[in-house]
């Protein structure tokens, strides 16, 4: 399975997505941003329905907004999703955004959204605790009326590393599940210790290769800057394989020519590897 977010920067077009069946993809976890899904554009939505209607490509997943504007939040903080935010008002605000996307289950059935607990960089607080479980709790029960399951990811904030996503479900009893994000973990406290902590919950994943320093999303085995080890990762992943698909979440590289074609490559390779 692949993420939308390889191409997160341009249109998601039907033609995309016919390529992506074309290469032998079962399913895709959709990304959304305003540039790339416009879940409030009704034309773009019901292009996308059609499709999924007649295609054996499954929508395996959504990932939540994360900005309102369509060049990543850079137009201001004001932009940035986070239904840990302080003021009431706008963690509703968010909320109801948030809720906008997952009516996309509507036209396009999804089984999960997979979201962020707080923003990038972060500080863990009580306060953002009890805001996320209030939102997470409305957005938990909205979510389960469309058949769609909500999924935390483990992200580089003060609030979701492996074991603060588990000390928010002891606090707050909401027994939400995961999404394991490979990048992630080996940014922060390591894959191996993180999987560990989060493997009983582990319900999808996000698989993308880095430096250890930035979260550059790079295509795993192939790009030259990645330092995961990836013998040692897939061992830890085929563990609980039964629990979740391989989904790459990966960043466009401007110069690979058939980006397509190096993920079907990258999935051989992860599969072939003892």
Not at 10 to 38: M, N, Y
Not at 60 to 80: F, K, Q, V
Not at 133 to 139: G, I, N, Q, T, V
Not at 156 to 173: D, K, Q, V
């Amino acid at each position: 399975m692949i993420s939308t977010h390889l191409i997160v920067n341009h249109r998601l077009t039907v033609a995309w997505l016919a390529k992506a069946e074309q290469a032998g993809l079962s399913a895709v976890e959709i990304f959304c941003a305003p540039q790339h899904l416009d879940y409030r554009n009704k034309s773009q939505v019901a292009e996308l329905g059609h499709f999924f209607r007649d295609s054996q490509l499954k929508l395996h997943s959504l990932h939540a907004p994360m900005y309102t504007d369509d060049i990543w939040g850079r137009t201001g903080p004001h932009t940035h999703i986070n239904i840990t935010e302080q003021s009431k008002a706008l963690r509703i605000q968010w909320v109801d955004e948030i809720k906008r996307a997952i009516e996309l289950a509507e036209v396009i059935p999804f089984r999960y959204l997979i979201q962020h607990l707080g923003v990038g960089e972060q500080e863990y607080s009580e306060f953002a605790v009890e805001a996320g479980f209030r939102s997470l709790e409305e957005l938990s029960v909205f979510a389960r009326g469309m058949g769609v399951e909500i999924l935390l990811e483990n992200t580089p904030n003060g609030l979701s590393s492996a074991e603060r996503l588990e000390l928010f479900n002891r606090l707050t009893h909401l027994n939400l599940n995961y999404v394991f994000d490979t990048g992630h973990a080996h940014l922060g406290a390591g894959i191996e210790h993180e999987f560990e902590i989060m493997q009983n919950r582990i319900r999808s994943l996000h698989v993308h290769d880095n430096d250890g320093k930035a979260d550059s999303h790079l295509f795993p085995t192939i790009a030259e800057a990645g330092t995961i080890d990836w013998t040692k990762t897939m061992q830890l992943l085929r563990a609980r394989s039964a629990q979740y698909p391989l989904l790459l979440e990966l960043r466009e590289v401007a110069d690979m020519q058939h980006p397509l074609t190096e993920v079907t490559r990258v999935f051989d390779t992860l599969e072939a590897l003892k």
